[in-house]
């Protein structure tokens, strides 16, 4: 019990040292990530299944959002948008940050520039997991450099109305 008490005071003070690097990445352009690449590229329509952010062994943040296709002929098919938020520089970080901050806009969530708490990102991933939002997504497949194919996965936006309220930080899914 006292080994997970640590890893949440520590997932609480790396996300704290993202404050800066977090305000600044709302004007760095970006994409998003990968995942199982069977799925075609194309535009489907993805449920949330789950959000979650952790830590790595080597205590790095990361950021999955878990995702199920509905409908067509990859139905329940699921993929995954990852963050991993750890870079050799600040420019490659606020270049991750604004990674993970577009998709969470375009999840629904309102990401004001001068009211950024890397704190509520906690509070997002729980309250995505819970509203279970539609979305729609597209699919990109990219050789990676160990010459396997990755899917990349972009979150477009909302597909539809959430029946569930605003989350209770101030970073307000839209409805």
Request: one cysteine or more.
């Amino acid at each position: 019990m006292a080994k997970a008490k640590d890893n949440v005071l520590l997932l609480d003070k790396k996300l704290s040292s993202l404050g800066k690097t977090w305000k600044k990445a709302r004007t760095v352009d970006a994409s998003s990530n990968f995942d199982d690449p069977d799925v075609p590229d194309g535009t489907y329509e993805a449920r949330i299944v789950s959000a979650k952010i952790g830590l790595t062994a080597k205590e790095d943040v990361t950021f999955t959002i878990r995702l199920q296709i509905e409908g067509g002929e990859y139905n329940d098919t699921k993929v995954r948008v990852f963050h991993f938020l750890a870079a050799a520089d600040e420019e490659e970080m606020e270049t991750k940050c604004a990674y993970l901050a577009k998709d969470l806009k375009r999840a629904g969530y309102e990401l004001e520039e001068n009211d950024v708490n890397p704190l509520d990102l906690k509070e997002i991933a729980a309250h995505m997991t819970e509203a279970k939002q539609l979305l729609e997504i597209s699919t990109k497949q990219n050789e990676g450099k160990d010459g396997k194919m990755r899917l990349n996965v972009y979150i477009n936006k909302l597909a539809g109305a959430t029946n569930d309220p605003a989350p209770t930080t101030k970073k307000k899914a839209k409805k």
